[in-house]
């Protein structure tokens, strides 16, 4: 059973940084397709960084040069390092894996389909 847990959620002011963790357990699939989304709310969810299963890595226009995503294999964790936040980064960010190949190009459409979502963690960054 797939089990994706996130942490390091909180609140910053703007231009603060944090660090979210998720760690994942009972994952073995070959596609290695994982990222993070966030969602707001009356928003429509939004695809923020993920690892395509060609092993690139994307991530939405709008926290380019500020997000970064990362993972730890020998720790079996994804990570999503945040700096340089906004208000409009406030939002609750979400784990997400899929058990398919996924594309790059894809996989932060605001509908694309992950097979496992953690429960999510709040982050809130006060102007």
């Known amino acids: 059973q797939v089990q994706l847990v996130e942490s390091g959620g909180g609140s910053v002011q703007a231009g603060g940084s944090l660090r979210l963790s998720c760690s994942v357990s009972?994952?073995?699939?070959?596609?290695?397709?994982m990222g993070w989304l966030r969602q707001a709310p009356g928003k429509e969810r939004e695809g923020v960084a993920g690892?395509?299963?060609?092993?690139?890595?994307r991530y939405a226009d709008s926290v380019k040069g500020r997000f970064t995503i990362s993972k730890d294999n020998a720790q079996n964790t994804l990570y999503l390092q945040m700096n340089s936040l906004k208000p409009e980064d406030t939002a609750m960010y979400y784990c997400?894996?899929?058990?398919?190949?996924?594309?790059?190009?894809?996989?932060?459409?605001?509908?694309?389909?992950?097979?496992?979502w953690g429960q999510g963690t709040q982050v809130t960054v006060s102007s």
């Open positions: 009972g994952y073995t699939y070959s596609s290695n397709c």
């Open positions: 997400v894996a899929k058990s398919t190949y996924c594309s790059g190009r894809l996989m932060l459409a605001p509908r694309y389909d992950y097979t496992y």
């Open positions: 690892f395509a299963s060609d092993g690139s890595t």
